[in-house]
């Protein structure tokens, strides 16, 4: 069985060959040298750049090329094909607007600072978030909107695409988006973005604004043949929620809706990735249409936010995705990681409706030995029928 299909029965409540798994995000060179992969920073090395004059320009040039574009895409499906991994994700939103001067970073559509940072003990490049470029609703206003047909984002699911064709769909290319509610408020900043929800009139025009473009883009990717469309969307943090759960149902979820029945008209899927306790809004998603909600993050602050009893109240409704400690992959005995992934198996998988990752993504601070005991364990007991021992 092929990973388009293994994902695809998976997410349909069909079981599968075996279980599928993805990470929502890899930056662990270590690892990625295991598995007979060069690191590297991605897609461009906007480093590079640093003495060229109309940096964007060249920015502009490399990500509306296929022919560029692909290189990067195809050394990480290797490396997740290597690892075992279905989906392998393509970038369609997040492309930098403004190189910083140092070029050690770059403000992205959405206006939000990203600066690249070098993990000291084997030197994994790190993207990291540093505030709000937007300063204001006024700023916003004179803010490029973004354009749901900019070339870049049909190019890099495409690029993904024929990776996926060469390697005879053992990995499924799954493009990307920002989606309307995190890198929104990033681009503010939340202290500003606060500010603006007191103002309802201007917090709905973002919003709408947002929902409509990641509603256009999804319709797009989709007829273009995506089978499975990733939000990147926190919602929350692990204590509660960024916003009331009011305001995500008055301005987030219409939106959220509309992209599902969307997509699910054009015959796609969507997974929804969002950190954080969401609690008090799970049904709410589920009544959007969510297909998978990644990562369930299993060190939140509330007891209840956890991916067994939601499986047993919900399990039938969505397809889970996640829920291995991060934390655990770094500090964890080896013997409580394999507990624990044997229990996500045993509890989750059977019927279809779980695919195994972390419960966030795979950071610079996961051992090796550990990321491999995680691994092994889903080698071992992944297989249909499961049969994993108490």
């Known amino acids: 069985m092929d990973a388009v299909e293994r994902v695809l029965k998976t997410i349909n409540h069909e079981e599968p060959d075996r279980v599928p798994a993805w990470e929502s995000a890899f930056t662990n060179n270590t690892i990625s040298r295991h598995f007979g992969v060069k690191e590297g920073r991605g897609d461009f090395d906007i480093s590079l750049l640093k003495n060229v004059p109309d940096k964007m320009a060249v920015v502009n040039q490399v990500i509306k090329s296929k022919r560029s574009m692909k290189p990067g895409f195809k050394r990480y499906f290797k490396l997740f094909h290597n690892i075992g991994y279905d989906i392998g994700t393509c970038i369609s939103t997040n492309f930098p607007r403004l190189i910083l001067e140092d070029a050690k970073g770059y403000v992205d559509e959405y206006g939000r600072i990203m600066k690249f940072e070098s993990y000291e003990k084997d030197g994994t490049i790190i993207m990291g978030y540093h505030g709000?470029?937007?300063?204001?609703?006024?700023?916003?206003?004179?803010?490029?909107?973004?354009?749901?047909?900019?070339?870049?984002?049909?190019?890099?699911?495409?690029?993904?695409?024929?990776?996926?064709?060469?390697?005879?769909?053992?990995?499924?290319?799954?493009?990307?988006?920002?989606?309307?509610?995190?890198?929104?408020?990033?681009?503010?900043?939340l202290e500003t973005f606060s500010r603006i929800l007191a103002r309802s009139k201007?917090?709905?025009?973002?919003?709408?604004?947002?929902?409509?473009?990641?509603?256009?883009?999804?319709?797009?990717?989709?007829?273009?043949?995506?089978?499975?469309?990733?939000?990147?969307?926190?919602?929350?943090?692990?204590?509660?929620?960024?916003?009331?759960?009011?305001?995500?149902?008055?301005?987030?979820?219409?939106?959220?809706?509309?992209?599902?029945?969307?997509?699910?008209?054009?015959?796609?899927?969507?997974?929804?990735?969002?950190?954080?306790?969401?609690?008090?809004?799970?049904?709410?998603?589920?009544?959007?249409?969510?297909?998978?909600?990644?990562?369930?993050?299993?060190?939140?602050?509330?007891?209840?936010?956890?991916?067994?009893?939601?499986?047993?109240?919900?399990?039938?409704?969505?397809?889970?995705?996640?829920?291995?400690?991060?934390q655990m992959l770094a500090t964890g005995e080896i013997s409580e990681i394999e507990t624990y992934a044997k229990r996500l198996?045993?509890?989750?998988?059977?019927?279809?409706?779980?695919?195994?990752?972390?419960?966030?993504?795979?950071?610079?601070?996961?051992?090796?030995?550990?990321?491999?005991?995680?691994?092994?364990?889903?080698?071992?007991?992944?297989?249909?029928p499961i049969n994993v021992p108490d």
């Open 132 to 189: 709000g470029y937007i300063k204001s609703f006024e700023d916003y206003e004179s803010w490029e909107r973004m354009d749901p047909n900019f070339k870049p984002r049909l190019v890099g699911y495409l690029a993904g695409k024929e990776i996926q064709e060469e390697m005879n769909d053992e990995i499924l290319a799954a493009p990307a988006i920002g989606a309307i509610m995190e890198d929104p408020w990033e681009g503010f900043g």
């Open 202 to 326: 201007q917090a709905k025009k973002i919003f709408d604004d947002y929902g409509k473009f990641t509603l256009e883009l999804v319709k797009i990717l989709a007829e273009n043949g995506a089978k499975l469309i990733i939000l990147w969307d926190d919602y929350g943090y692990k204590n509660g929620l960024f916003m009331r759960a009011e305001n995500y149902r008055k301005y987030v979820f219409p939106w959220l809706k509309q992209i599902c029945d969307a997509a699910h008209k054009l015959d796609s899927y969507i997974l929804l990735h969002s950190d954080g306790d969401l609690m008090e809004i799970f049904e709410d998603i589920i009544k959007c249409g969510v297909d998978v909600l990644n990562p369930i993050e299993p060190t939140t602050a509330n007891p209840e936010y956890d991916i067994f009893k939601l499986n047993q109240k919900y399990g039938d409704q969505i397809t889970f995705c996640g829920n291995l400690s991060p």
């Open 345 to 384: 198996i045993r509890e989750l998988a059977p019927g279809g409706g779980y695919i195994f990752s972390s419960g966030h993504s795979i950071n610079p601070a996961i051992t090796l030995d550990r990321f491999l005991a995680m691994q092994n364990i889903k080698r071992k007991y992944g297989n249909y």
